[in-house]
Structures are given as C-alpha cells and as structure tokens.
C-alpha cells in the first residue's frame, strides 16, 4: 500500500484528494493547522483505517514516523481576501512550508507535487496562458505575499530537483470550483451562490469584464493524480480553457439558482488580473489530460452542495464586505 502525506488536507482541494488516494488504495496521511481548513471536509474519512490526520503548521518542522512514497503540498490559503487577512501566513506556507516539505520528501525519498497557481503569472500579457510565459507579478500588491510565495515555491521545488535529484511535480492550478468550497471565503463562485441563497445581490466587481475560466474539481483531481505519476518535472497548467467574464458568470449563477435578486457593481480590486485561461496543450500531450465536466454539470452538482449547507454556514460572516480589499 503506497503512503501519502497531503498538506492542506482539510481544505477544499486537499480533502477532495484524500478522497481520491484513498479510492486508489493509498494509505494517506492528512495534515492541516486549520486556519482556513475545515474539519468537517474530513469527518467522512475520520473512520477509514487508512486515513490519519495530523493538526500541524507545516511552516514549522513537519516530522511523519514511518515512509512516504508520495507528499502533496496543498496548504495555503487561497482566496484573495485572505491573503489581506492572513498575509505573513500565506507568504510563509508558500515559502517555509514548502521547504519543509520538500527537506521531507529528501529524507523519505518520497516524490513531492507542490500546488502552484496560475497567480504565478500575474495579471497575464499573453493569452492563453502557456507554461512558458515568466508573468507580470506585482511582488508588493495585495496579491503578492501569494504570488511571489508561490514563484519562491516554484523555485525551491526546482532546486531540489536540480540540485538534489529528487523528483518533483509542479501543477498551475487555474480558477477551480466544486462542493466544500469556503461559502465565504470571498471567491467569486461561493459569493454569488451565497449571495443568492440568502437573497441578497450578487456583487460584480469593475464592469465584470474581467474573465476567468473555471474548472470542476474532478478534473482538477485526475490532473493532479495523473501528473503526479508522470516522470515531467516541469510546471504544468490544469484548469479548464472554458473561459467568461465575471458578468456573464453572475447571469449563470442568477438562471441556475432563479434568485429574483439583482447584479451590482463594486469598485474592482487592485491588481485584479483582468483575463485568465489556460493553454492546456501540455497537459494534453503529457498527461493525456483534458477537462470532462463542463460549466452547467459542475455548477448544478455545486449549487446542490451549497443549498445543503445549515444555515449558520450560510450566515457565517466570515470574509464578507472585508474593508480594504478594493482599489483606492
Ligand atoms: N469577483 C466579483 N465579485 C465577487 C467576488 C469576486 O466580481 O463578489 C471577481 C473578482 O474581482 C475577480 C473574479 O471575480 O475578477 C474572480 O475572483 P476570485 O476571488 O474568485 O479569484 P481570482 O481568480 O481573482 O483569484
């Protein structure tokens, strides 16, 4: 049975993953400080034999007893709103974290796959995004503690692989969606089906020109397992090339949860990437790899999950009209 440590395992992605290497027969270990983790992401498991589960900060040294085949280093928060909240958090799990992962992955011989992002390229001036384009990062906007963590992780990562051999895999994870998102993380998937859910109206940020390209988490998860498994140790882009803008998203949202509700605009935060998609050629050719779920599939199976939820998650306020997160 091959053992597996996935960090942010309490998290949306990371808890989805637990799931998957679990159905494989992989013996998983789940570690998570549960800062923006949720337990309740991981109550389903908590009666597997192959599951354990360890409350630790990876930015602190991370000791697991026993062998690791495989580490995924999931942890970090990943909402823009708490990178204002939690910034010297998130810089330190994208840089800390990950070298403590990686210092584990050499002292295990484990192969490590760390999350990357598609922040990495900044608010793009080429489009689609391709792997080989270096980004346009502003490394002291509101944005940047995630970024430039994420650029150093990217380094890191590739130092190790250069400098000490071990194998390593790097996913650019683009915009991704699906149940067990944080309702009120301040997203914009979970601020419009929770805006719509407790009838309020759903906030547009700018003229919602801005575009991005959302991608359901089952197809980011055979990504990541197939990429995983893959000798490629260079980054590659998974996310789903379907690409709208934010305003046509929220016309989505108001036809798929029939909110009688209206749309209303809201100053654009700074350096708010004004267009995302992936090129996915890549992870095409290498992986065999392409999204299945489309954008109405995905969203229903979501809007299920969400409506489900009890009503103090849905009145949770959380992230909700955080000041200082627009423009000025
Ligand atoms: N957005 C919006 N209304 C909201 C939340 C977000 O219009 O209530 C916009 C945001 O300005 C951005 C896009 O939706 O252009 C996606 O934002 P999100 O925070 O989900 O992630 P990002 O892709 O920017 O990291």
Not at 62 to 67: A, D, I, L
């Amino acid at each position: 049975m091959p053992r597996i440590l996935i960090t942010g395992a309490a998290g949306f992605l990371g808890s989805h993953l637990c799931d998957r290497f679990l159905k494989e027969g992989y013996e998983v270990v789940g570690m998570d400080n549960l800062i923006t983790g949720d337990l309740r992401n991981l109550e389903h498991l908590f009666k597997e034999k192959a599951f354990t589960f360890y409350h630790h900060d990876v930015t602190t040294f991370v000791h697991v007893s026993g062998p690791l085949d495989f580490i995924l280093h999931f942890a970090s928060p990943a909402s823009p709103i708490d990178y204002l909240k939690i910034p010297i958090q998130t810089l330190k799990v994208g840089s800390l974290g990950t070298h403590n992962c990686l210092g584990l992955a050499k002292a295990k011989n484990a192969r490590i796959l760390v999350a990357s992002t598609s922040e990495v390229y900044g608010d793009p001036t080429v489009h689609p995004q391709t792997e080989e384009y270096w980004g346009n990062v502003n490394p002291v906007g509101p944005r940047g503690v995630y970024d430039e963590a994420k650029r150093f992780q990217e380094a890191m990562t590739m130092a190790y692989h250069t400098y000490h051999g071990l194998q390593t895999r790097i996913i650019r994870i683009f915009n991704t969606y699906g149940p067990r998102m944080r309702l009120n993380d301040g997203r914009v998937l979970p601020a419009f089906i929770g805006q719509a859910l407790r009838g309020e109206d759903l906030t547009v940020f700018g003229k919602g020109n801005q575009t991005r390209s959302f991608c359901y988490v089952d197809d980011l998860v055979e990504g990541i397992y197939r990429l995983l498994h893959s000798d490629y140790p260079y980054p590659v882009n998974i996310g789903n090339p379907d690409e709208i803008t934010i305003l046509q998203f929220a016309e989505e949202i108001i036809k798929l949860t029939g909110t009688k509700q209206k749309i209303i605009y809201k100053d654009l935060p700074k350096d708010d990437p004004t267009q995302r998609q992936p090129d996915i050629t890549k992870a095409r050719k290498i992986l065999g790899w392409e999204p299945k779920v489309s954008r109405a599939e995905g969203l229903k199976i979501t809007y299920a999950a969400f409506k489900a939820l009890p009503q103090e998650v849905l009145y949770k306020q959380e992230h909700r009209d955080f000041e200082g997160y627009v423009r000025k």
